[in-house]
């Protein structure tokens, strides 16, 4: 519904002004102009329309805009300026005859009171009754110009004139506009009701959206603030953690740069030495008399050899290794967690260390290994992986023979070697850091045969095992008197403890040594086993 007096689309005053289902008014002309869902420049007829007002998708009745319901209560707001004369339809109304509801222009209006049968008809001006209710002025049928509405066809639910009630409303049921605005103006004042209350919800519901944005905002900016905090926070433990890796690097490098400086004074004063005793001798020499040569012979060879005893690296152990890991784990600094490290340690192959049980032997098929402990040159303990590691393992006898071990890097400077060799004998093993021989490498790896179980039963004797059965033996060679073929407690034979009854080993955890039985004795056996 309009509440302007120019049309929203045209922005003049209206003209034949209609109502669209979504409430919204607009001229009819401006109507037509409209094109399906709101598409300009399109002839044909539209069956629904988008509204310019409010885009909502509207329906038009199959007459068309000319179906559409009038806006009256448009054209009453739209004042004098938007309205005609009633008479003559030529001039601007500017008063109103509310005896005949008709509104007239200055001309119209003085013939108006000359007539006779008007004389007497109150007229007021215009602008004064636009405050009046629109009830007061007649409203005459579209279909009818001149026959007023009065009536209200309620089959059509519309209203309707006189003629409309003899023609297209013949058989419908009518009754005067007066007797029914009673029961339909409650029943929309009802759905007024109805609609108010949820406006209220709905706005109730629309300030809790406010208010929950409010809060959103106020909590967005509280976060926002905490994130600047805690990233300004950061950035400080950063800066901070990055300014002692500098001095840590600074002081590294001034160790480690006095520490080759000391030994290379050591090694040039020992130069300088030896230079000095060389010159000396070359000079005593090529100068000195055989006299003077024995006479200082002691004293230069005394110098000479303590010179040569002096030991010294050729290749000197001072390095440049040092690195920077960044996913090292530096600790917390102001309750932040902080990675990187400087990393000065470097292996040395000749400290690095095996450990293991299964260093020196192991079993035929079954899956052995031992431990490399990787240190730095002062011995200490690594700490880190990523060595270059390297492991071959061959059969001393057969060259062709090559066991191929695993390794895992364990990270902290430790690294398991497991492989599981498939003939038994002596095998090289060698242990390489960095191409280099381990402490202990190469060695020595003897491979036994595989683990032999044992057949028979751990046994006190057999006569107790077998039931008392005669034939039943024992690998122990013990015998009984009366015939009986296996060993018993006390008699010739008898280990004096529980054994095996495959091949009389006394320790129950242990491989068997009995070798291959013959029939008979493992048909005896194995009954004493299933005894």
């Known amino acids: 519904m309009s509440s302007g007096t120019r049309c929203p689309v045209c922005a003049e005053p209206w003209v034949s002004p209609r109502l669209l289902p979504c409430l919204h008014s607009l001229c009819a002309p401006c109507l037509r102009r409209l094109g399906p869902l709101g598409e300009p420049g399109r002839a044909a007829a539209p069956r ?19 179906q559409l319901t009038p806006d009256y209560l448009a054209l009453s707001r739209g004042g004098a300026a938007a309205a005609g004369c009633d008479l003559c339809a030529d001039g601007a109304a500017v008063r109103r005859c509310l005896t005949c509801g008709a509104d007239l222009c200055l001309f119209c209006c003085q013939a108006h009171r000359r007539q006779k049968k008007t004389a007497s008809h109150a007229v007021m001006e215009l602008e004064n009754t636009k405050d009046c209710s629109q009830a007061e002025k007649p409203l005459f049928c579209p279909s009818h110009p001149t026959e007023r509405l009065r009536l209200f066809c309620e089959q059509c639910d519309q209203p309707v004139c006189r003629d409309c009630v003899v023609d297209r409303h013949r058989q419908h049921t009518y009754d005067f506009t007066g007797n029914v605005i009673h029961r339909h103006g409650d029943a929309l004042r009802e759905l007024l009701k109805s609609t108010q209350q949820r406006m209220g919800t709905l706005e109730g519901v629309l300030s809790q959206m406010d208010d929950m944005g409010s809060a959103l905002r106020g909590r967005t900016e509280a976060v926002a603030t905490e994130i600047c905090l805690f990233a300004s926070g950061y950035v400080k433990a950063i800066e901070e953690h990055r300014d002692r890796l500098l001095k840590q690097l600074e002081d590294l490098k001034v160790q480690k740069e006095n520490l080759l400086h000391l030994r290379k004074a050591q090694l040039q004063q020992l130069l300088l030495d030896m230079r000095t005793g060389v010159e000396f001798t070359e000079r005593l020499l090529t100068s000195g008399s055989d006299l003077e040569i024995l006479i200082t012979k002691g004293v230069v060879a005394n110098r000479l050899a303590k010179l040569n005893s002096i030991a010294y690296n050729t290749h000197p152990s001072m390095d440049d290794g040092i690195q920077f890991s960044p996913q ?41 290994g031992f431990t490399l402990l990787c240190s730095d040159t002062t011995g200490e303990r690594m700490g880190r992986g990523g060595e270059a590691v390297q492991v071959t393992i061959i059969h001393k006898d057969k060259r062709d023979c090559a066991v191929k071990p695993k390794v895992c890097d364990n990270g902290d400077g430790t690294y398991h070697v497991s492989y599981s060799p498939e003939e038994p004998g002596l095998y090289a093993v060698c242990v390489y850091v960095k191409g280099q ?42 015998t009984m008197p009366g015939g009986y073929q296996g060993c018993g407690h006390g008699h010739k034979g008898h280990p004096g403890c529980p054994h095996w009854s495959c091949c009389g080993q006394v320790k129950e955890s242990s491989e068997c040594l009995g070798g291959p039985p013959s029939d008979t004795s493992q048909r005896s056996l194995l009954r004493t086993v299933a005894l």
């Open 328 to 368: 090292e784990r530096a600790g917390q600094c102001h309750g932040y967690e902080l990675f990187g490290a400087i990393l000065n340690k470097v292996v040395d192959p000749a400290r690095c260390t095996l450990h293991g049980e299964d260093l020196h032997s192991a079993r035929q098929n079954q899956l052995a």
């Open 437 to 478: 021989h381990v402490k202990g490498s190469p060695f020595t790896l003897m491979v036994k045969n595989k683990f032999r179980e044992h057949q028979g039963v751990f046994h006190c004797c057999t006569f107790c095992s077998s039931g008392g059965q005669k034939a039943a033996r024992c690998a122990c060679g013990g």
């Open 48 to 66: 629904s329309v988008l509204c310019p007002v409010c885009d909502a998708e509207v329906a038009l009745p199959p007459g068309g805009v000319g």
